[in-house]
């Protein structure tokens, strides 16, 4: 059975520091036209590569990839908190099949994700949704990070392995496209941060509060024409976009961590997610874009796109 992808942005400030009503208004039309395109496909399991930002994965256990056989969000940023209906046989047979191939990855019985998973599975399923999936994690803030290739082996070992179920199988990149928020890197933490960063878990409701008015204040600054943050950047973003929409995943090999943050921010390292995806996506032989959006959005400080893809029969 084909294959189905949908490629998206996601922002802690959708809904919160929102842009012009018209823009807005094409976004959340998109998001329906992804969820029709979601709902006619009727998948059967559902595999989301996506980040986390420092709110279920810490530095106390770094992976470069980790797949949940059991997993919880943590509800930040108005998501629902609680465990997710996690497809533990799937899960487990990604897992066997992705080490086979040689790539290391962890497996977590109860992965906690945050917004960078669970609200693109909000947008595309709606709140409390049953539809089982597998979350994969895929690290794009924890420096050092390792080659693009990488990703790409990933993706392709997971796309082989689920093609040979005979299912109809939603691929769910979240992530990217350019965008600087406020996140901190381990090299320039205050000892405060740095413990955060190594272990923080279960943080007080003040502690979380605080976090997200520094987020927000920094997206209204940013809309406001703040220019001490890293621009969006719509000719990096479409150069990716156009990338996967060629088919041509294995260029991305030659994306460098530097070429990145130069390019698109810091958090574009989130575009790992869409990497996996596609390249999960191509191992069936060519595919098509049958959507794409775009919108550089300076309220939620990032260059918002969609994309959604079938496998060719």
Known sequence: MPLALCALSHSPLYGINDPDPGVLKAVDVAIDRVR?????FDPELTVVFGPDHYNGVFYDMMPAFCIGSGARAVGDWGTEPGPLPVDRTAARRLVSAVLDDGIDVAQSEELHVDHGIAQPLEFLFGKQYTNPLVPVFVNAVGLPLGPMQRIRLLGESIGREIESWNKRILIVGSGGLSHDPPVPRLDEATPEVLARLID?????PELRAERQRRVIDAGKAHAAGDNSFQQ???GFDASVMNTF???AVSE???WTNDWMEKNGGHSA???RSWVAAFAALSTGGSYTVTDRWYWPVREWMTGFGMMTALQES
């Open 36 to 40: 029709t395109f979601v709902a006619d």
């Open 200 to 204: 923080g878990r279960n943080p007080s």
């Open 232 to 234: 969006i950047n719509p």
């Open 245 to 247: 929409a060629n088919g």
């Open 252 to 254: 991305t090999d030659s």
């Open 269 to 271: 390292h989130e575009i």
